[in-house]
């Protein structure tokens, strides 16, 4: 069983940029596919990126394609989520989640691990 830590969160102005790190323990990420979701008060959880491990395979969504990077250091076994021009509407909860097996995956109920969530705060 993985365990998962985020951190990184924080007040940023708009525009402004941060980076989530969401370190892995128990067990390396090794064939594990893994997620960063967010979720905003009163709306439900939603994709932002995710990245096959082994591969290195990403996506982003729609939303946050041209402003936000995953990325992946095995040596650390940690994922990152670079956030550049940040949006008061990219306030929420930011989540990372892994899942045991390869590919990239967009439901959050296809991920069996999570960290207990980082807050990003952008004021305009």
């Known amino acids: 069983q993985v365990q998962l830590v985020e951190s990184g969160g924080g007040l940023v102005s708009d525009g402004g940029s941060l980076r989530l790190s969401c370190a892995g323990s128990g067990r390396t990420f090794s064939s594990y596919g893994l997620g960063w979701f967010r979720q905003a008060p009163g709306k439900e959880r939603e994709f932002v990126a995710a990245i096959d491990w082994n591969s290195g395979t990403a996506r982003g969504a729609d939303s946050v394609k041209g402003r936000f990077t995953i990325s992946r250091d095995n040596a650390k076994n940690t994922m990152y989520l670079q956030m550049h021009s940040l949006k008061p509407e990219d306030t929420a909860v930011y989540y990372c989640?892994?899942?045991?097996?390869?590919?990239?995956?967009?439901?959050?109920?296809?991920?069996?691990?999570w960290g207990q969530g980082t807050q990003v705060t952008v004021s305009l």
């Open positions: 989640a892994a899942r045991l097996g390869v590919g990239v995956r967009y439901n959050p109920d296809d991920f069996n691990y």
